[in-house]
């Protein structure tokens, strides 16, 4: 199982999740309404710490074009999408900016994760999220289970330590944010034991 540790903020969170072997480093690019949002300047000095293993991810909602343009010169892997864009936008976007794409779904209902078979062709990842954006919400996790094992799942909601062993069977990535926050604040000592466990359980 992978791990994507999303909206850090800070070098010593970003140099945490390197050293403790996180897959997956998220910023919040552009989306204000989020206690997670880091300005450009802030963002363009977390992706100059070197990853190592690690992919850089921008999250972006709705993006315009004028932000994937500005945001496709940080050092970033990949841009996660949140809006309702057509595959063919999608695809113009990963290949135009040279970014990999995690498409992100927001899930209020079971239908909801038949989304995917629009992106499927041109997402790298397939983000499937709760419908909070900014906040931890849970939802079934068990819906993905349809999702075919050509999908690369990654999967989001309020994911918290106790679950890891049983969602190893149904995804291979998980984006975890809110359950290492203390305060809102990204909390050094529950990123570190969030990613021992994940090792543990990989071993």
Partial sequence: MQVKVCGLSTAEQVETCIEYSANFCGFILNYKKSHRFINYQTVKKLTKINKKNTAYVGVLVSPTV????????????????YGDFYADQIDEIKSKYNKKIIMALQIKEERDVL????YEKVSDIILFDSSGLDQSLSWNYNWIKTVPSSITRMLAGN???????????????????GALETDKVKDIIKIKKFLNKIKRIND
């Fill in 115 to 118: 989304k995917y078979k629009t």
């Fill in 66 to 81: 004028e932000e994937l343009k500005t945001f496709s010169n940080l050092d970033l892997d990949y841009f996660q999408i």
């Fill in 159 to 177: 994911i918290t330590l106790g679950m890891l062993k049983s969602l190893r069977e149904i995804t291979e990535i998980v984006d975890v944010s």
